[in-house]
């Protein structure tokens, strides 16, 4: 049972344009959301994440959108450069709160052309 | 500033063979994960640790899978009698839980098996 979903396997953007990855929850009880962007052959590595409570937070170009009530959040990467060429995880803490490990969603490969 | 690391980094392996794999995390980290990610899926969780304490095993976690956290720093997954399913990337990932904060987990760059 996918928990977390993230339905566009891949994404294509110019470079210098703005990427927008999208996932989508069943859980009404997950407190907290994360992203994690991986490069092959190498583990995740954490990006930002959003608090239930926000609706929104910005770490320089990257910047995440909670819709609680659409059970979805977006994560936005502007201005899109090639280094973000990469998979992107949305995740989810598996007991929709505790800290006992997170679940993902399949990923999203994003390709930044030039 | 050490990351999470993880040895070996690919291990081929021939079917019932037994392996061992490691994690070393962040140092000041309470909380050690243990992940399985296949080919076009997201990590899945198998294990944590709380210090040197077990709390919770996945049900992918079958009775040939044992891990252990002993001196509540590294970590190590053992696989025994290897099946061709088992080969996948094994990550390992760890924390700093802080009641009421995000458990923001910082992750290894994985151990590949592949079963042969």
């Known amino acids: 049972d996918q928990q977390v979903k993230q339905n566009s396997p891949s994404l294509s953007v110019q470079e210098g344009r703005i990427s927008i990855l999208n996932c989508d929850y069943t859980n009404s009880m997950f407190d907290y959301f994360l992203w994690y962007k991986k490069y092959p052959a190498e583990g995740p590595t954490f990006l930002i994440s959003i608090s239930s409570i926000k609706d929104k937070n910005e770490d320089g170009r990257f910047t995440v959108f909670l819709n609680k009530s659409a059970k979805h959040l977006s994560l936005h990467i502007v201005p899109s450069q090639p280094g973000d060429s990469a998979v992107y995880f949305c995740a989810a803490p598996r007991a929709g709160g505790g800290a006992d490990g997170l679940t993902f969603g399949k990923g999203t490969h994003l390709i930044i052309q030039p | 500033d050490t990351g999470v690391s993880q040895d070996p980094r690919h291990k081929i392996t021939k079917r019932g063979q037994n392996v061992t794999f490691r994690c070393d995390p962040i140092s000041e980290h309470n909380r050690l994960y243990w992940y399985r990610q296949t080919l076009g899926q997201g990590p899945e969780f198998l294990t944590y640790f709380q210090n040197e304490a077990q709390l919770e095993k996945s049900r992918l976690l079958s009775d040939r899978f044992s891990a252990e956290r002993p001196k509540g720093s590294f970590s190590t997954l053992e696989i025994q009698r290897t099946e061709q399913g088992d080969s996948a990337m094994y990550l390992c990932?760890?924390?700093?839980?802080?009641?009421?904060?995000?458990?923001?987990?910082?992750f290894g760059p994985g151990t590949r098996l592949t079963v042969l």
């Open positions: 990932a760890s924390s700093l839980v802080i009641a009421g904060d995000i458990d923001t987990q910082y």
